[in-house]
């Protein structure tokens, strides 16, 4: 069953301080996919935003000598101006501090209440405030009398009332789900594999060590020793655990409980892309609240990997923090995307390198999209008076995309697809698995096709021996133009605007479906200007 809403959402980003890479690389993968179903025709929601309350961020406020409320009200702004930075295309923005949200967060509580999911305990227990997290004591490691959990933040012992949630009651319908076959209604799919492996081995260790039903299972859901979140109805000494508060976001967003029929439209969400350090929240906790309320768990998980900078782990203390604004302003937003999708095969870690990024701006940019582009589009100006020529029935376009894509490319196999205008539907195979850096990959070998065309059939010795056939490949090429340029948008959303506005491509044709219709010959065409610029290592 497919449905014709797509919601996608990002983490919401925690508001302890400024926004870095990774903030930057969960959204810009989500903004290319939010893109590219537009361009397929949904009708999508794309949601970020950013998490305000728990004892990390108060923390912060503290340190910074604010109220919390200012202080998340000036760093959420933070979070806001990056989305225009990194050029997001998001639908909303969400705050765990808004009116909207506390309604959603005490209408689940009271759904969990009746589900019996609830009871009042009292948690003893490790918790590090730096991931928001409770920890076993198997998990901690110890150095110099402190304990740390895997992560590396610092636990502290806590003592305190606490609600629980019946988690133990939901483990083996978690296990059901996410084995259930592709296309299934109630499959939770988790992605990448190793990732998913890694769940369902921590939820088995969890049943075998201490058996089915559990109560050592279940999950503190509510703290009395800070005020700084949503006030747990009817037991205003507590306030929700940060995690459900935050969870929650993704359906305060699409309407709940305020709007059913919008509900019902986009949830549950088609994909929440997220960080691997983050996946046991959303592929263990977040489902079993939902099922428990008697809401759909979200279709799909997505965990990617995180970055090194130039081979060294990022944090503050080694002061090798990446400011996205920075990047953008140094390489330019687009060969920025670019490298961050290309570069890395999306679920794998990956190192951020200054010249691996300008290596991929000048080699495929610069030198293979720009350059056919540009050979392209001139010729076209000189020889045919910046008019679209006359197509006529050649095999050329097929030519450009045959060779790469049916002999290697093993989704276009399986979709049986021949023709230029299919490569929307081979790359939405690459996209819907989230493999963007694949998606890539067949793309540029295709405009590294185009180029070896182009040197081939060297049009411009065609227009004195035959002009008609140099029309032809011209107007094959311009084809290929404009459906590498239709596709890559998502990915480079301001360069492939210019592209296509220099291709003569009007606003509304440049959608995967407008691909079908040519343009009229004669159409004019501006005078082209080059795409990208080369960059050079000024460290
Ligand atoms: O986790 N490389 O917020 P956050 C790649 N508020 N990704 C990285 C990274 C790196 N070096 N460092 C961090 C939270 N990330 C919660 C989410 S959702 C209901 C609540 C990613 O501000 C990380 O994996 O810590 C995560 O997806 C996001 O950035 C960090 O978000």
New binding site residues.
């Given amino acids: 069953m497919t449905r014709d809403t797509y919601f996608i959402t990002t ?4 508001v302890n301080d400024k926004p ?4 930057a ?2 959204s810009i993968a989500a903004d290319v996919l939010a893109r590219w179903k537009r361009l397929e025709g949904k009708r999508v929601f794309f949601l970020t935003g950013t ?1 305000e309350h728990g004892q990390k961020v108060e923390k912060a406020a503290r340190e910074a000598g604010e109220a919390p409320k200012p202080f998340t009200d000036r760093v959420s702004q933070a979070f806001r101006e990056l989305t225009g930075v990194i050029g997001l295309s998001n639908d909303d923005f969400i705050r765990t501090t808004e009116e909207r949200h506390y309604a959603a967060c005490q209408a689940l509580w009271r759904r969990l209440v009746a589900a019996g999911d609830i009871y009042l305990g009292h948690y003893e227990g490790w918790y590090a405030v730096r991931d928001e997290a409770f920890y076993g004591p198997d998990e901690l490691t110890e150095r110099e009398g402190v304990k740390y959990a895997p992560s590396g933040a610092p636990v502290e012992w806590v003592r305190e009332p606490s609600y629980f949630f019946r988690l133990s009651r939901w483990l083996p319908e978690l296990l059901r789900r996410y084995d259930l076959p592709e296309g299934d209604p109630e499959r939770i799919s988790i992605a990448p594999e190793t990732r998913k492996n890694e769940v369902v081995a921590f939820i088995r260790q969890g049943l075998k060590e201490f058996g089915e039903g559990s109560p050592k299972l279940d999950l503190s859901v509510s703290r009395t020793s800070f005020r700084w979140g949503v006030p747990v109805p009817g037991d205003p000494d507590h306030v929700m655990y940060v995690w459900l508060d ?2 929650t ?1 993704y359906i305060t967003a699409a309407g709940y409980p305020s709007d059913p029929e919008r509900f019902a439209a986009f949830w549950p969400a088609d994909l929440h892309m ?5 996946l046991r ?1 959303h592929a263990i906790y977040w489902p079993a609240f939902l099922m428990s309320a008697g809401i759909a768990p979200p279709r799909r998980v997505f965990a ?4 090194t900078n130039e081979g060294q782990k ?1 944090s503050k203390s080694l002061g090798n923090v990446i400011d996205p604004l920075d990047l953008v302003q140094r390489f330019g937003l687009d060969p920025v995307r670019y490298f961050l999708l290309r570069e890395v095969p999306f679920g794998q870690d990956g190192d951020f390198s200054r010249k691996a990024l300008i290596a991929r701006n000048n080699g495929e940019l610069a030198d293979t999209l720009g350059n056919l582009a540009n050979r392209v589009l001139s010729l076209i100006q000189r020889t045919c008076e910046g008019r679209l020529p006359e197509g006529r029935p050649t095999e050329a376009a097929a030519a450009l995309l045959e060779p790469a894509l049916l002999a290697a490319d093993p989704r276009a196999r399986a979709i049986g697809a021949r023709k230029l205008e299919e490569l929307p539907a081979v790359l939405t195979a690459y996209l819907d698995a989230q493999d963007f850096s694949g998606a890539l990959a067949l793309v540029f070998a295709l405009v590294r096709g185009g180029n070896e065309y182009v040197t081939q059939r060297a049009p411009w010795a065609l227009r004195r021996t035959d002009p008609a056939e140099m029309a032809a490949v011209l107007r094959d090429l311009h084809s290929a133009l404009r459906c590498y340029a239709t596709v890559l948008q998502p990915f480079m959303p301001g360069t492939m605007a210019r592209l296509l506005d220099q291709l003569g491509v009007p606003a509304e044709a440049r959608h995967f479906a407008a691909l079908a219709a040519p343009l009229p010959a004669g159409t004019p065409l501006p005078p082209p200007s080059p795409l990208f610029a080369k960059l050079e290592d000024s460290a």
């Fill in positions: 983490p919401i980003y925690y870095h890479i990774g903030h690389y969960t998490d935050a969870l976001n997220v960080g691997k350090d983050i929240f990617h990997g995180w970055w990022i």
